[in-house]
């Protein structure tokens, strides 16, 4: 997936199911330190916008939904493509989406617009925005790839990155051709048209460049002088965070179980994509998911979805510097921590491929 993927008000009703269920929603719902009025007595609709079509990155969504985790925690949960996903942070800014998943860049840059959209939990512990040439090409570094083209889609943080990237790396931006390949990215490796393009996922176009037998080398914009942060995340409104908190809450302990049990579980969680998608490449995705699981949780160390503020400032000032972000935003504000239920937080006791 390049960066072209980037960028309801809940009501409540008497549920009658969990009402006859009695003690084994009870139960299901201690487990994800819910209240227990919440559990027994009412279930609240959420919508939830993918950034993209049904992926590797959701497999403990669809997971958590499959093994009625949501239902169990007294949610009717929704997860849906919207037609235009660049629209995420707007719609659930506004209450339209009561949750979103989108980029910890494109959060920043939402706030400093004022929209008030708050990441709640990091679906990766780090980017997963790389540098990439053919391994044909014997690059070994990116500074190979002094006096070679290199396409970008003309995002501004990509421009940031490479300019971090070739400092780090002992070469100037200008030693090497930009070329603006729009979001054909990968085409434009395999063709030819440049040498090298950054705005594609090490999990994801590695995988399809593979496919097309061009095996090809990559270059982690965190290992190059980007500072290290959090490329997928959950986002919601302010105003949902004021009005739902319990029910934002139980959400993030299912979600957070259904990643736990994809990472114990792989194959699980590629069967429940293929539920959610008739198209889905399971070749892929079920590569994709074996190199997201050590990211998920930081090779097994710390529990699914842990933000922390040392990341997201120290984000957020490489941003302020590289002038992608006025000075006033408040980075603090642009995350909270603070809503996973208690006892949720188990870290997985392995980690496949970690």
Same mark, same amino acid.
């Not at 609709?45 to 969504?61: C, F, I, Q, R, T």
């Not at 399971?282 to 998911?289: H, N, R």
């Not at 000032?317 to 504000?333: F, N, P, R, S, T």
């Given at each position: ?26 139960a ?6 819910l ?9 609240t ?17 669809f ?12 949610? /009717?949960?929704?997860l ?19 949750l ?12 400093a617009? /004022? ?12 980017p ?9 090409s ?5 500074a ?9 889609a003309?995002?501004?943080?990509d421009?940031?990155?490479l300019?971090t990237?070739?400092k ?6 200008? /030693?090497v051709?930009?070329v603006?390949v ?5 085409p434009?490796l395999?063709?030819?048209k ?13 995988i ?6 061009v095996p090809?080398?990559f270059?982690r914009v965190?290992?190059w ?5 959090y ?5 919601a ?5 004021k009005?739902?908190?319990?029910a934002?809450?139980?959400f ?5 179980r259904?990643y ?11 069967d429940?994509?293929?539920q959610?998608?008739?198209?889905l ?12 699981i050590?990211?998920w ?19 957020g ?17 642009a995350?909270r /921590?603070?809503?996973?239920?208690a006892?949720s937080?188990a870290t997985?006791?392995?980690t496949p491929?970690?």
């Open positions: 997936m390049n960066q072209s993927t980037r960028s309801s008000s809940a009501t409540v009703a008497l549920d009658r199911r969990a009402l006859l269920k009695g003690a084994s929603v009870l299901a719902g201690l487990s994800l330190g209240p227990a009025v919440t559990r027994a007595a009412t279930t609709k959420m919508s939830v916008a993918l950034d993209w079509y049904p992926n590797a990155n959701h497999a403990g969504l997971l958590a939904q499959e093994r009625g985790y949501f239902t169990s925690a007294n949610l /009717d949960v929704k849906y493509t919207p037609a235009d996903p660049t629209t995420v942070l707007q719609t659930v800014g506004a209450g339209r989406d009561t979103g998943i989108s980029y910890q860049t494109d959060t920043l840059f939402a706030r617009q /004022d929209v008030p959209a708050v990441s709640i939990a990091a679906l990766v512990q780090h997963l925005n790389a540098l990439m040439v053919k391994k044909s014997g690059i070994t570094t990116p190979g790839l002094k006096g070679k083209k290199v396409g970008m003309g995002l501004p943080s421009e940031a990155m300019k990237m070739f780090k790396a002992g070469i100037s931006y200008d /030693d051709t930009v603006n729009g979001y054909d990215l990968l434009a395999l063709s030819g440049v040498d090298g393009v950054i705005g594609v996922y090490w999990t994801h176009e590695t399809l460049a593979e496919q097309e037998g090809v080398t270059f965190e290992e002088g980007v500072p290290d942060y490329e997928l995340v959950m986002v409104g302010e105003d949902v965070l009005k739902q908190p319990d934002i809450s139980a993030l302990g299912a979600m957070r259904g736990d049990d994809v990472i114990a579980d792989p194959a699980a969680g590629l429940a994509l293929k959610a998608s008739k198209d490449d399971v070749a892929v995705e079920q590569k994709g998911i074996a190199l997201l050590p990211v949780t930081d090779h097994g160390t710390i529990p699914f979805g842990t933000q922390t503020d040392a990341r997201w400032n120290a984000y000032d490489w941003m302020k510097e590289q002038k992608l972000l006025d000075a006033k935003v408040d980075i603090a504000a995350h /921590d603070d809503l996973f239920p006892g937080g997985p006791a392995a491929g970690a």
